[in-house]
């Protein structure tokens, strides 16, 4: 069962991002603050779960949170900055649109860049530990998801609507047919011309 609070009195957001490993696409992060008696039958780290319990999950956190919020970072800024610093971004960016400020952030993962003057705290494993860094998992990754299958139309080549811009060999192959289009990620080594796709 995963826990409801890291602290015993404290404002806890968690936060998760979706998408890092991904060769296409943003990478989505989002901060949830839930009530101290939320309760959400199946809730735990997304990638654990079905697309349809997700999605079912996604409008009981979004109708029930005290705040949540998503931020976003695309792949023309992660090529940029690098897929960690964007990572980092996209949740403070997410932070950033939260009405209730928070008192602690939960970070799922073992590395964060401080936001502002606020307290957190990394936890390996946190999607799966914590129900606010859990909510934040399933948002991130819906959110994320919809994304995808929004772009997928204008470039059905790539298979996105099954594989979500990850790096499948249908994904893969495509890139070798297709070449790059303009959601990819030109900064990762698969596109570099010194280090040839391999399959």
């Given at each position: 069962?995963?826990?409801?609070?890291?602290?015993?009195?404290?404002?806890?957001?968690?936060?998760?991002?979706?998408?890092r490993?991904?060769?296409?696409?943003?990478?989505?992060?989002?901060?949830?603050?839930?009530?101290?008696?939320?309760?959400?039958?199946?809730?735990t780290?997304?990638?654990?779960?079905?697309?349809k319990?997700?999605n079912?999950?996604?409008?009981?956190i979004?109708?029930?949170?005290?705040?949540?919020?998503?931020?976003?970072?695309?792949?023309?800024?992660?090529?940029?900055?690098?897929?960690?610093?964007?990572?980092?971004?996209?949740?403070?960016?997410?932070?950033?649109?939260?009405?209730?400020?928070?008192?602690?952030?939960?970070?799922?993962?073992?590395?964060?860049?401080?936001?502002?003057?606020?307290?957190?705290?990394?936890?390996?494993?946190?999607?799966?530990?914590?129900?606010?860094?859990?909510?934040?998992?399933?948002?991130?990754?819906?959110?994320?998801?919809?994304?995808?299958?929004?772009?997928?139309d204008?470039?059905?080549?790539?298979g996105w609507?099954?594989?979500?811009?990850?790096?499948?060999?249908?994904?893969?192959?495509?890139?070798?047919?297709?070449?790059?289009?303009?959601?990819?990620?030109k900064?990762?080594?698969?596109?570099?011309?010194?280090?040839?796709?391999?399959?």
């Amino acid at each position: 069962m995963l826990k409801k609070s890291y602290t015993k009195d404290k404002i806890e957001a968690g936060c998760d991002e979706a998408g890092r490993g991904c060769l296409a696409g943003p990478v989505f992060a989002a901060a949830v603050i839930l009530p101290k008696r939320f309760k959400a039958p199946g809730l735990t780290d997304s990638k654990k779960i079905s697309e349809k319990l997700r999605n079912e999950l996604r409008v009981i956190i979004e109708e029930t949170a005290l705040d949540w919020a998503v931020g976003v970072v695309d792949n023309n800024e992660i090529d940029k900055i690098n897929i960690l610093n964007a990572s980092f971004l996209a949740m403070h960016r997410a932070i950033d649109q939260l009405k209730t400020k928070p008192e602690i952030l939960l970070i799922d993962g073992n590395r964060f860049n401080k936001y502002k003057d606020v307290e957190h705290q990394c936890i390996i494993g946190g999607d799966g530990k914590y129900l606010h860094i859990a909510a934040a998992s399933i948002l991130a990754k819906t959110h994320r998801d919809e994304y995808m299958k929004k772009i997928h139309d204008e470039h059905p080549e790539y298979g996105w609507l099954q594989n979500k811009g990850y790096a499948t060999l249908t994904h893969r192959n495509a890139i070798h047919k297709y070449g790059a289009c303009e959601y990819h990620r030109k900064s990762y080594a698969i596109f570099q011309p010194e280090l040839p796709l391999k399959f």
